[in-house]
Structures are given as structure tokens and as C-alpha cells.
């Protein structure tokens, strides 16, 4: 059960109205067209704040997932072709593969200092003793 329902109608309702004023304003549907069209003014909307609000339930997950999903069906070239098998063919990625490029991302600009975040406040580096996998910097977060 989700905690917040009226959060969840009134996103939906914003990303439909989205997806209604792009269908009215293009009258023909390329295929880069779109992928522009979709990469300029919906995704965003779906990615904004994603780094604080990471879903972690996996009816979030899809419902953000079902938004990119009805996208690549309207393009008439891919549409008769598998979710996964749209999406490489119009060079995008699923949702949940950036949001964790994202963390990689973040992760990265704290190890390495570039944030104001101080990065023993969140990992330690772990002991290895054993050298496995020819690197010295395992992360580990402490237990609370």
C-alpha cells in the first residue's frame, strides 16, 4: 500500500497531460523527433530529485518505468517490437539503469572529494586484507 496516494494521481495526472500536449503538437512522428521531444520534456520530470527520492518499492519503480514504456509505443517503427529491444533501438535506457548510473555518479564526486559532503561521514574504507579483485579501495558503510 502506498503512502502517499495523492501524490501518486497527481503525477500521473501531470505526466499524461505531458504526453497529450506533445501527441497534439507533433503531427508526425519521427523517430529522433520524439526521442528529442520525450528526452527534453518528459524525462526530467520523471529524474527530478531522483538522488533524495529514490523509489524504492517496486510499484514506484514501474510506475515511472510505464511512462518511458508508453513512449517508445507510440513510434509506429519500434512499437510491434519488445519494451527492451524499443529501447535499443532508440539508443535510450530504462529508468532504473540511470538511476543507478546516478548513484555510481554521485558516489564517484564524494570518494573523489568534489562535493562538500565529507566522505568518511558515510563509508569507511574496508580492511582488505585478502587483495582480492586487485584494488585496495573496498567501501563499506558503517552499522548503525
Not at 503538437?25 to 527534453?40: A, D, G, Q
Not at 535499443?88 to 564517484?108: G, H, P, S
Not at 568534489?114 to 584494488?135: A, D, P, Q, Y
Amino acid at each position: 500500500m502506498s503512502a502517499r496516494p495523492e501524490v501518486e494521481i497527481w503525477w500521473n495526472a501531470k505526466i499524461n497531460r505531458k504526453r497529450a500536449n506533445r501527441r497534439n503538437v507533433v503531427p508526425y512522428k519521427e523517430i529522433m523527433v520524439m526521442v528529442r521531444l520525450y528526452k527534453t520534456l518528459v524525462r526530467p520530470h520523471l529524474e527530478y530529485c531522483l538522488s533524495a527520492w529514490s523509489p524504492r518499492y517496486t510499484k514506484d519503480k514501474e510506475l515511472l518505468e510505464r511512462v518511458q514504456h508508453r513512449f517508445t509505443r507510440m513510434i509506429k517503427e519500434v512499437r510491434g517490437k519488445d519494451y527492451l529491444d524499443r529501447l535499443k533501438e532508440l539508443n535510450l535506457w530504462t529508468l532504473e539503469e540511470r538511476r543507478n548510473r546516478a548513484d555510481l555518479v554521485e558516489l564517484f564526486k564524494v570518494c573523489k572529494g568534489f562535493t562538500t559532503i565529507h566522505f568518511e561521514s558515510l563509508f569507511t574504507l574496508g580492511c582488505n586484507n585478502k587483495g582480492t579483485r586487485g584494488h585496495l579501495a573496498k567501501l563499506s558503510k558503517p552499522r548503525c
